[in-house]
């Protein structure tokens, strides 16, 4: 019997048996050494549905042996199978694409849905609302001056908006979400503050990654893993609140508000929250991730039925449809 080879078959729509040959993204990619003493490349592929774990037995190279290839579109070939309850691709040939290649972009780069302008013009509406004017002030410099990065680049390497566009949709989420906290509890919260922190909290992930061409995140930079978004953003924000000369009580605020909006040390935070508006950031940005992953892992998982443990959440979920 014939075997069908599949093209271009989205990774969302592949089964256990399929054949398939088409471009993809190489989202991750190590040479390893099987029990046997052999070498073979482990990996996993995307495409704007998802991704799936591949492995290359017999493998020496030269396609992803070096992190420069990590983000590159690759033409592969091979099969599907299942292996632990998940599927992964055993594949036969791996090449990266070359300037005759036909690829289609909009088929591999999962993007935020949203208006990226529209979104972009609410957030800067949002700003000019602000009380108090040094905040705004504040707020409008470094908007405009990350803009375009914000604009595209995902909020994370993987788990939650790790797609174009991701870091936008994330914040101005979080932005609508601060608007009405803000508002209800305005005996404790300072709104002007705890929106700039909002806004400000992850901008510095434009310096923490890595991107490819197509403007996925392929790796930590070397500032992002020695310093973390948290430190280079709370430093951007000391210098920009000295420029446009900040009283220093309010730049000293902001920079908490990004040190410490990871929440406890162990989740990441330079310092614990020690003001109300930072704890209230905390919470909004885990409600924001936690609602993402969940919206980004039910439609996988049967109604009625539950989810392998999913490592960001460390739990399986439930689709009570």
């Known amino acids: 019997m014939a075997i069908t080879m599949l093209y271009y078959k989205y990774i969302e729509d592949m089964f256990a048996g399929n054949e398939i040959e088409g471009f993809y993204l190489l989202k991750d990619a190590m040479l390893k050494t099987s029990s046997n003493g052999k070498p073979f490349l482990a990996g996993s592929i ?158 510095a992930k434009e310096s923490e990654f890595t991107f490819s061409e197509l403007g996925v995140v392929t790796d930590y930079s070397v500032k992002g893993q020695l310093l973390g978004h948290l430190v280079m953003g709370a430093e951007e924000v000391a210098e920009t609140a000295k420029e446009l000369g900040i009283p220093e009580t309010k730049s000293v605020l902001l920079q908490h508000l990004i040190l410490s909006h990871h929440g406890e040390p162990e989740f990441g935070a330079a310092v614990r929250p020690l003001c109300a508006e930072v704890e209230m950031l905390s919470y909004i940005d885990v409600i924001d991730s936690r609602m993402e992953i969940y919206a980004e892992n039910l439609p996988d998982v049967p109604v009625g039925g539950f989810s392998q443990r999913i490592p960001p959440l460390d739990k399986k979920i439930h689709n009570h449809g």
């Open 46 to 203: 995307s495409d704007k549905t998802g991704s799936i774990d591949f492995k290359v037995w017999d493998y020496t190279g030269p396609v992803g042996t070096s992190g420069s290839d990590i983000g590159s579109v690759v033409k592969v070939r091979g099969s599907i199978s299942e292996f632990k309850g998940s599927l992964q691709m055993i594949i036969t040939n791996i090449r990266l694409s070359g300037p005759g290649d036909s690829v289609d972009i909009s088929r591999l780069v999962p993007t935020a849905p949203i208006d990226s302008e529209r979104t972009l013009s609410e957030i800067a509406g949002m700003i000019d609302s602000l009380e108090d004017d040094d905040y705004r002030k504040l707020a409008q410099t470094m908007f405009e001056r990350h803009r375009d990065a914000f604009a595209k680049i995902p909020a994370a390497k993987s788990f939650h908006h790790s797609f174009v566009s991701g870091l936008l949709m994330h914040t101005a989420d979080m932005l609508r979400a601060a608007d009405f906290l803000a508002r209800l509890y305005d005996e404790v919260i300072d709104r002007s503050l705890l929106m700039t922190g909002v806004l400000l909290h992850d901008l």
